[in-house]
Each structure stands twice: as structure tokens, then as C-alpha cells.
């Protein structure tokens, strides 16, 4: 039944075949996605322009004689119209290449492939986390809403959620590992374990795993729970949030009232019915916090000398290290993209109402 | 009021049936043939020694490669001494050095290093022409001419010519530096692409002949060195040396205090007394060359007024900031050359003094004071120091706004002129007094086209003709004793005269444990040096 | 309000006024919405909780006024003498930083900042956000497409180098701070409006309205919006506490608020140094912005319970 909010694109949809339909669908996502990418890529060059920080003296330093200075000007093409210079970055980042970075002196492709494992390695962990304990406590908090059990779950979440991380972090890092000595400290491996594994994903617990170095990967696990964990707490304290406010909203409802009625049991009521239903809500919040993560959280990765994304785009930026942000961007902008085309897919696929 | 003690007792007593976690135990101190070092090293852009120009960087240079002339690191008051050359002759006319080649040394690629090598190190480093290249650069030497200018007669034997007589002291302290450091040319040259001089290559790989060679650099993360055991000078104990990147100072001190590293670089004032009670761990202290300081404009008419340069002088609280938060780590110091140096001047004119600089105002006709900007770099040092500047400049009623940026933002404005006041440190490119005096006390033109980038009396807009021709005097002078003798002059007029408040000097403290000895950091001319420590 | 409350004895006046906010046939827009208003205040008084956090932020607003007459010291007031005193010590309730400036005045002095802070960038990016995401989930087709490419575009951008670039291009301060994080922080606002958009702009209801000729417009604003509120609250108070520290991250680049400001979340940063051994200096503003992060927080679940229309329902 088609109402009057449904779109004209879906109209003329109805009229095509299966699979004009899929190729139109797919086409239009393609599009899209290259509409994005490119309006991110002209927002960064952009920022490039405008920021009031000379790329020039990022490579030469203080020290420069007008000599030195102007070679390197000339050398970053700098001279040239704004216009042809966002031409020849375009044409590079279509073909994969975004450039040497002036401060690592290596291809900012490379820098990448090392520097994003790490992040990856430490956000998904986080996230695994955060919604392992978080949609129960969010659930469990929204059961009962009001009573203890509610209060605690709240103040537990808001507890981590108004401490600055890098409290927490050093905090952390003074009492399980200055003291207890329980886990490992900072950077993802003890010094001497670096360069043991073959580099394969970036991300050490897979790579030792590959390797059968069962000691690095304990000695892996030992350093990232730390900081893995510290993150999980944010992401679990929004998560359970929203878990919770979802499932207040379904606990409500109507169906709800008649599953009680028909006598289904209260188990599944929640955790099958309710809890079934804000799953799209649930996976966009939780698609959205590991974006997020992704980004790489830079006073973590400083704290912990975790060697990840954020502390790379950071740097980058702050000493105008343009092709190494552009890239960054791009990684981090591709990653929101796909994150977000999951999140409608599942809308499209799992909630008839939005189809 | 400690809070690591009242945690250690919470934890004790709430832990102690928890078990541990399954993680095998790290180990309890580093192995003892592996140094391991926290250090900031984002600074290092690239591994080129003939292209670096940053701490880190001259630090990792250092023992990886050798110099024609160097020092003693177990006495660097000494001065410098015969290195990869093992002896030198100066012509009558104080041009022409000629430098006679060590023999038997070879490089880390087992080439064997001769004049040759030395030849296309000094030549590359004027051909490539990167920031660090004025140092070679100012006796003359050019691409058109260097042909002729640095030339290898034999293997043994390098000779090198320079455009007018400089004191010797002089050029054989610039041939001590990062500049001149000597690369395998075979494997250099192996490398080449479009005569770029092989520099993409060398940027992140070595071809040296230092005590150590280059095993991994990850930008941001570490760099991993191993021992060259046919060194030359010595068979380095360490093994392996492995340079951490780790940027806060609560996190090298919880290392250091574990034992996953043996020495930290970069603890702050409180953590450095918060670890002098623990018997595993010492710390030394070293007087480096960095000296900061503030500047005054002198195309702005109010800071171009001598007494308000004088009165702002009394204005700065040395004392207080030196035992407050700079504690140990910078020293009061009122002259542009670092101690240490040929014709140091140890006179400390200038105290904060209110009521002095009050009067000074008063005198230049601004007895109510006026608004004034500083610009300064957003490291916490310097913005305390800022912060320090703006409540003392207060009391004499001049209105500080702090105008914080990147490092790069406010080096850019400082090198466009376009400041009142500046804030930062400037640390010598060489151990010559000379790299200090041409920068602090010369200014050949004062114009804003001369574009006299690399000199901060240009850049702070001081128009000094007298000053200048000292300076020229004194780098030609091959008396040592009146070279000296006329640094101290001119320290003393500038202290006296120009827009430059220099306040203190760096003194570096390294946290280590106890049991490493013989890491020295180098003092104010060279940097560290791991070849020489034992555990 | 009513003439009656001049002349009446006060007992009457209360009952009256009580009367008044509390019937069931307002006589004006003006009482209805009064009406509203009060029925807040009572839901809000039966659930302690959201009163404690209503209570916080009230206290905050308090202090913000009164500051020069709580503090005790001036906020940038410097004493080298007496700098890292502990907490409690001679003059010093909460103790006094590296400058040996007294830390509870500039936390006092320093709610004026957070008010500010907190207040414009909740006045400005979920606004938008909302706005966004409403108008893209509820249109569809070319609108939604266009509308969330360009939030996709800045949601894809990494945060920091969106504010940083923006401050760094307008120049340091706390209000381009306060600007650029409103920049970066609405995306997440459009698109959780639309989700919610997307799944109730099919109901029966919306259709009902539709039928009955209402705009889009009005459909907007006066339906999709409502039942968006109680995400977007929870997200905004669950935000706040994470925009102070964006700002004090600025801070710390200096880009944010400028120094001798006493911003907590710069004197946070500032005090990390002497964490292991001076643990007020940062913890103390710590515990500020983690008390008023809580007063939000507890109050935006009460007002979750009260501006939710769904839950009034049943």
C-alpha cells in the first residue's frame, strides 16, 4: 500500500523489472557514494587552503633561507592556479595515490596501511565491549525502569561518561599497570616482541594468531584490554543509553501490551519482541559509535602511545601536512560511507515500514 | 598528598585474591644488552642527515653516522678532536684545510670508507640544499664550485677551500655537525633517482659508519638500532637500542618506574621529584644549548622605545618562574650564547622589579602601560611561561593578550614580521658561538625584500649596522683568546640594547635506572650518544 | 497573572492559581500551555532524580551569576609562592594550581564558560540537525538524497580536523570553538531524526493528518518533531558532557578558550601533568564538569519522561 509519502523514485521503481530495479538501486548508490567522496575531498582541499599554516615551513623548518624556503614552495606546486592544483590531487586519489607525507617521508598509502590497523584493532575491540555490556545493561535498565537496578546501570554509565579520558586512561594505566602490574603497558606489544610477527592484517591479534605465536598474542591482549577497555566504557555508557530510551519506547507499545495478554513469557516479550524491534535503531547508535572509534581517539592513542589514526590526522594537520590528512579523510570518510549504506540497507531489508 | 600511595593501599586492600591476568609476565627489566629509551621523536621527518634538522633526528644521526671531526662524549668540554679524519693541516692563509682520512674504517655495508666518501657528503650537502645546508653553504661552497672547492686528492686525503680566512675553531665546529656527517656513496648513489641525490632513499633508511645501524623507523612510533660491532671507536655494549615514542610524561615516568624502559627523556619538573626518592631509578642532568627568550618588534612604535625594551626586561619574574614550574628544567640565563660556549657571558643584569619598570614607562610616556600581544606555540612550557609574563607585565599595567597557536602558525607570523611579541627558543645549529651571534646580532639589511629569514635580528625588524660588523669581525678571528673576549662584548651590548629578552637556558634531566650508566645527552654541542652505555 | 491574585489572602491565591494551572478546559493559549508547564513541574518534583540534576544545573546557573561573590580569589590571581598547595590548605579550599592560582575560584568563575558553552551549542546543532534530518526522512526522494549527502559529507569527516581547520581558519577563541563544535556536532542529530522520521512517517496517524490536508510543513513541526524529541534530548544531554572536553581538547591546542580563562576542561588538560602527584589540579574541575555532565544527564531523563508524547499516552 503505497501512501502519499511515498517518494517518486519508489513510484517509478514499482514499474520496472527485479532486475532494472536492482541495476537503477545500485547505480544510484554508486552515485552517491562518489558524490560524497568527492564533495569530502573538495571540503579537505579546501581546509587545506584556508588554514593559516604554512605547509612550506612544515618541511623546512625554522631555520630556512628564502633560498630553501621557495624550492620546496615551487617543489609542493604551489605556484599553481588553486583550480589545477585540486585537478591534480583528484586525478592522484583516483588512481590510489595520495602522495608522500612531508613528515614521514613515505607514501601516505603506506603510513595508512600501518597506522589504521591499529586503530581498527582497538576499536572494534572497544566496541565488542560496548555492546556486549551495554544493550543488556540498556535493556535491563529499561525493565525496570526507575527502580535501583535502573539507577545503578545509569550512574554506572554516566560515571564513565563525564570522566575526561585522559584521567581515566592515566589512572588506569597507574593502578592496573603501575601497581597490579596485571596488564601490559603502553604501545601494542613489549618492546621486544616488536617486529616478530609477519605483518599480514596490521593488527597484531590476528597476525599472531596467523603466526601460531600464542605468547604475542597474550602479550597483545595484555596491552590493548587497557585502553579497549577505557573506550568500551564510553561506547557501552551510549549504547546502554540508547538501548534503554528504545526499549522504553517499545515497552509501551501496543503489541506488547497484546503478547503480554496472549500469555508469552516475559523473557520473551522483551529480549525476542521488544528487543527484535529497536534492533535498526540499536545497530544504526552502534554503527555510528564505532565510526566514530574509527576516527581514532587521539588522547587515548597519546595516553597509551597506541600508534593509530587520530595521532596520524592530528600531527598531520597541525603541521599542514596536507597529502597525509587528505588521506586520512578519505579513509575515515569512506568508512563512515559504508557504515551508513549498512545502516539503510538494514532499514530497507529488516523494517518493512521503511521499505 | 601522594596518590599513588593512598591507591596502592585501596588496591592492596580490596586485590588480593583477584587473580592476575592470563598474560604471561612482561619482563621484570629490559634484557641486558638492549637499551631502551622513551623519547618524544615526532619531530624526526627524515633519516637524511644531510637533510634533518630536528632533535630526535640529530640524536638517531649521531650514532649512526661519524663526522670528519667530533667529540670526546666522555668529555665534551674538551672541544672537538680528530674523528674520521685523524689529523688536519690549514694553510698560511687560513683557507685551505687539509684533512687526512682514518684508514680501516668501514661502513655498516662493508664498503671501505675513504675521501671519496667524504667528498660526496660535504658535496651532497650542498648540492641537495635543504634547510641545514647554510651551515656549509657560508664558507663559500657552492654547487658551481665545489667541484673545486671540496675535492678528495687521494683515498686518504680531502681538501677543502673556503671563499676567505674564518677562524678555525669555526669551520672545524661546523664539521662536527649533522651537515657534515659522512654516508656510504656507494650505497648512496645506488639509490639516486633524478639526481635527487638519493635523498627519498636515505630519508628512511642509513648508510653509515656509526656504532650503529638502522633496523626499522616507524614515524610516531619508534626506531630500532643495531650495534655495529666492528665500530671503530669501541664495541657498543648495547646490542640493540630501541627509541620509543611516548609523548606525556606520566607515561615515561609509570614506565620507567616498571622497567619496560631504562631511560625517559622528557619527564616533566614534578615527575622527575616525584621519582627522586625511588633507589632504582637516578637522574642526571645535562646543560643543552636551547635558550628562551621573548622579542620585540621594532616596527611597532611602542616596543621599539628603548626604555619600554628595558622596562619589559624588568618585568619578567626569572627567579619565580625558574623555581616554580620550570624547576630543573630551565635556568636562569640572560645572554644569547649558552654556557658552555666560547665567550659565555655569565652576567644576570636584569631582575623583575616593578617599580624600576614603572618608572621606565613612565619615562617613554606610558606610565599607564598599553595593550600588547604575544604569540607563542601552544607547548605547555611556553604558554606557562606566557601565562607568567602576562600577570607580571600586569602589575606594571601593559595588558598581555597570549595568542596561542601551532608551532608552524607562529613561526610563520614571526618570520613574516608580523608580530609584537614573541615567545619561543632557539637552540644553536652548531657548537660555534658564532651560529648564535649571526643570528641574534647581525642583520646586513634590514628591509623587509633582504628576506634575512634564518637571522631573528631580521625577523624582529632590529636595524644594527655596529652589532653586525662585530659579528663579522669575530668569526675571522683565529686568536681564540680575543674571539672570546669579543663575544663577551657583544653579549654585553646586546643585553644592554636589543628588543631580545633571553631568560633562560635548557637544562635537560634524564630519568634512568640505576643501573645504566654512560648515556650521555650530548650537552649544548652534540647530541646523545648510546654507544657508550653500559648496564 | 489573573486579577484575583492581587486581592485574595494568599491561601486562596495558591488554591486559585492551582486551580487555574491544573483545569482541564484552559481558556487561553497562554494557560494551556502554563497548564503544560506545571503538569512538568509536577512529574518533574515526583522523580527525584531528575529534580537532583534540575537542582545541579540550577546551582550552576547560580554560581555563574554570583561568582565574584562565591570565589575567593581572583581567577587569574598568580602566586608562585604557593603553587600545587593541597586542597584545604590556609586559602585554598580545593587547593591551587601550577601557578598558584586558587582552584575553586576559577571553577566558580569558570561556570560562566561552561553555561555558555553548553548553551549555544545546544541552541544550534541539534536545531539543525533536527531541522535536517526531518525534512530529508519525511520528503524523501531528491531532498533526502541531497540533504543526507551533504550530512554524510561532514559526518564523514573526521571531527577534529573539521573544528581544528575551522578555528584555525577563523582564529582562536572560545566562541569559534563553540562554532566549530556545533559544526561538527549535528550530523549525528539529522540522522537519527530521520531514522525516527523513517519509521513513524508511515503511520497511521501521519496519514490521517495528510488526509486532512495538512503540509508538510505543519506535519513537520508539529508531528515528526515531537516524536523525534526524546532521541534527540537523550542525545543531546548524553552530548553534553563530551562537548565541554571537545572544547577543553581545543583548549589544549589552543584553539579553544584562551589562557588566563578559567575553562575547566583546559584546566583539566593543563593539570594532567601533575596527575601522578597532584591529582587535585585536574581532578577537582574534573569533578565540576562531571557533576554538571550528571545534572544534565539525570535531567534530560526526566524531561524525557515528560516532553515524550508516546509516554503520555499510555
Known sequence: MNNAAGTATQKRREGSSPLLKRLRGLTTVLLSIIATLVGLLFI???????????????????????????????????DKPLIVQFGVFLQQVFTGDFGISRLTARPVSDDIIRVFPATLELASVATVFGVLFGVPMGVIAAVHQGKWQDQLIRLFGLFGYSMPIFWLGLMGLLIFYGILGWVGGPGRLDVFYDDLVPVITGMILVDSLIAGEIDIFWNAVSHIILPASLLGYYSLAYISRMTRSFMLEQLTQEYIITARVKGLSEHAVIWRHALGNVMIPLITVIALSYANLL?????????????????????ALLSADMNAVMGGTVVVGLIFIGLNLFSDFLYKVVDPRAR | MKIQNWLKGLVLATAISVPAWSAPPSFAATPDDILVVAN??????????????????????????????????????????????????????????????????????????????????????VGLNKTPSFILTQFGFTPDNMESTIKATDDRTLVVVTDKKYAPSFVLNCFTSAISYIVDSKEVKSHEKDGDWGNEWLRTNSAGS????????????????????????????????????????????????????????NLSPEDIAGISGNSDLAVDEDLRGRIMYISMNQKDPILSKPQVIEALKYLVDYKGMEGAFLKGQWKVHQAFLPLTYMGELKDQPFSFDVEKAKGLLSEAGYPDGFDVEIIVRDAQERVEIAQSLQNTFAQAGINVSLIQGTGKQILGKYRARDFQIYLGAWGPDYPDPHTNADTFASNPDNADEAQHLGKLAWRNAWAIPELTAMTEAAVQETDNAKRAQMYVDIQKEHQKVSPFAEMFQKNEQTGRRANVSGFVTGSAVTAVYYWTVTK | MTDNTNHSPPVTVLSSLQAWLTTETPQSRFQAKMTQLYRGWQSLRSNPLALVGFLILVTLILVAIFAPLLATHGPSEQNLAMRLAP?????????????????WSRIVFG?????????????????????VGTVAGYLGGWPDMVLMRITDIFLAFPRLVLALAFVAALGA????????????????????????????????????????GAGSLRIITGHIWPMCMSSIIVRV??????????????????????????????????????????WWVATMPGLAIFIVSLGFNLLGDGLRDILDPKGEQS
Open chain 1, 44 to 78: 579537505t582541499f579546501l581546509i587545506g587552503r584556508v588554514m593559516p599554516i604554512d605547509p612550506v615551513l612544515a618541511i623546512v623548518g625554522e631555520r630556512a633561507s628564502k633560498e630553501v624556503y621557495d624550492a620546496a614552495y615551487l617543489s609542493l606546486g604551489l
Open chain 1, 295 to 315: 576516527e581514532g581517539s587521539v588522547l587515548t592513542e597519546v595516553i597509551f602511545a597506541w600508534p593509530g589514526l587520530g595521532q596520524y590526522l592530528t600531527t
Open chain 2, 40 to 125: 618524544r621523536i615526532d619531530d624526526i621527518i627524515s633519516l637524511d642527515p644531510q637533510e634533518m634538522f630536528e632533535f630526535a633526528g640529530t640524536d638517531y644521526a649521531n650514532n649512526v653516522y661519524d663526522s670528519l671531526v667530533s667529540f670526546d662524549p666522555k668529555d665534551l668540554s674538551k672541544g672537538y678532536e680528530p674523528s674520521l679524519a685523524e689529523s688536519w693541516t690549514i694553510s698560511e692563509d687560513g683557507k685551505t684545510f687539509t684533512f687526512t682520512i682514518r684508514e680501516g674504517v668501514k661502513f655498516h655495508s662493508g664498503n671501505d670508507l675513504t675521501a671519496h666518501d667524504a667528498e660526496f657528503s660535504l658535496r651532497r650537502a
Open chain 2, 210 to 265: 656509526g656504532a650503529y645501524s638502522l633496523v626499522s623507523w616507524k614515524p610516531n612510533e619508534s626506531y630500532t638500532l643495531n650495534a655495529n660491532p666492528d665500530y671503530w671507536r669501541a664495541k657498543p655494549a648495547m646490542k640493540r637500542v630501541i627509541v620509543r615514542h611516548i609523548q606525556e610524561s606520566a607515561t615515561q615516568r609509570l614506565l620507567l618506574e616498571k622497567g619496560d624502559v631504562d631511560v625517559a627523556r
Open chain 3, 87 to 103: 586542597p584545604g590548605s590556609e586559602g585554598y579550599l580545593l587547593g591551587s594550581d601550577e601557578f598558584g592560582r586558587d582552584i
Open chain 3, 111 to 131: 561556570s560562566r564558560i561552561t553555561l555558555m558553552i553548553v548553551v549555544l551549542v545546544a541552541c544550534t546543532a541539534p536545531v539543525f540537525g533536527l531541522l
Open chain 3, 173 to 212: 577563541g572560545i566562541e569559534n570553538a563553540i562554532l566549530a563544535i556545533s559544526l561538527t556536532a549535528w550530523p549525528p542529530y539529522a540522522r537519527i531524526a530521520r531514522a525516527e522520521t523513517l519509521t513513524i512517517r508511515n503511520a497511521d496517524y501521519i496519514s490521517a493528518i495528510q488526509l486532512q
Open chain 3, 237 to 278: 544531554t548524553l552530548d553534553m558532557a563530551g562537548i565541554i572536553l571537545t572544547a577543553a581538547g581545543l583548549g589544549f591546542l589552543g584553539l579553544g578558550a584562551q589562557p588566563p580563562m578559567p575553562e575547566w576542561g583546559a584546566m583539566i588538560s593543563a593539570g594532567r601533568k601533575f596527575l601522578l602527584d597532584h
